[in-house]
């Protein structure tokens, strides 16, 4: 298996992904994007696209459509 070309870093209290040439991809699970699946969000040098928003809109659609309401447990 080829090593993980991406680290997991914390910029400005979010997890994202830092590929090796800086970049900052988006952070959904703890296994690492491939190049297919990732989602460029900004850059170690220059921060977070500032159209961040619209480059995770239908991803943030696609998981409101799929969310179903549950109860909580109740306290004891």
Known sequence: MP???YQRIIVS???VWKGAEGRLYY???ATPPTEATRIQIGTEAGGFNPDW???LES???SY???SQSRLRAEKK
């Open 3 to 5: 090593p993980n070309p």
């Open 13 to 15: 209290g979010i997890p």
């Open 27 to 29: 952070y959904e699970t």
């Open 53 to 55: 928003k619209n480059i």
């Open 59 to 61: 991803r943030v659609k």
């Open 64 to 66: 409101q459509d799929n």
